[in-house]
């Protein structure tokens, strides 16, 4: 359709009456009116401009397209594959950014000694490098700081003390699911696709779903939560 759209408003006499989904269009002429492929445009598919990203993204789950309306008349569409375009990526790159400094911090108050955990050499010296930098520009911070979201991951899957502050049952659950979370943020840093697969959101289905970024949203916010719980939130401005 018009625009890179899959579905289309359709209005009669001024007033929005339905939509058309290009699935629901048949490229052969077989005589039908618009009629026939017109979905009434009930309450099921509206969704209100405020309403929160992951609200929304529960409710694509469910639909894959939604119309923002106002005044009698549509105001915008919602569809899946707005999912991956900058206003979701920065959503996403905060609560990431917010999980990333509440990691440092149950990793510093229970691992001391975080550089004998799994971390490779090379991580160390990537970190000790950036630490040398800022301390030569007299901006240092702990060498914690300096390391990657992928090594925080590591770090915390492989202590028991950490793990379970985050929330996680076994080590295993932890390396699974910061591991997903790790594959996220690096896509939402690159610009990469945050939703690869907009047509399904069958458990089997190629390539990241609708319904795997709202499990990929859970998690982080369930192990933010386990982390504010167990004190571990990182300092704010005033402290």
Not at 111 to 123: F, I
Not at 224 to 229: A, K
Request: aromatic content about 8%; proline content about 4%.
């Amino acid at each position: 359709m018009t625009n890179g759209y899959d579905a289309a408003p359709v209005d009669r006499d001024g007033d929005p009456v339905g939509f058309i989904h290009e699935d629901d269009v048949d490229t052969d002429d077989t005589g039908d009116t618009l009629e026939a492929a017109l979905t009434p445009l009930t309450i099921d598919y509206m969704i209100s401009g405020d309403t929160s990203f992951a609200e929304s993204l529960a409710a694509l789950i469910e639909e894959p397209v939604y119309f923002l309306g106002g005044h009698n008349r549509i105001t915008g569409i919602l569809t899946r594959a707005d999912l991956n375009t900058p206003p979701a990526r920065m959503y996403l790159f905060d609560r990431i950014t917010y999980l990333e400094e509440h990691l440092r911090e149950v990793i510093s108050a229970e691992v001391p000694d975080w550089k004998q955990t799994p971390v490779s050499t090379d991580e160390i010296d990537g970190i000790e490098a950036r630490y040398a930098d800022a301390k030569a520009a007299n901006v240092e911070l702990s060498e914690i700081h300096y390391a990657q979201f992928s090594t925080l991951s590591t770090i915390v899957s492989s202590v028991d003390a950490c793990w379970q502050e985050c929330g996680f049952s076994t080590t295993g659950e932890a390396q699974s699911r910061l591991h997903d979370i790790t594959e996220l943020r690096n896509d939402v840093a690159h610009a990469n696709l945050l939703v690869e697969n907009t047509d399904s959101d069958e458990f089997l289905s190629s390539g990241r779903t609708t319904e795997n970024l709202y499990t990929l949203l859970a998690d982080i916010k369930q192990i933010l939560t386990s982390l504010q719980d167990g004190g571990y939130a990182p300092p704010t401005a005033a402290e």
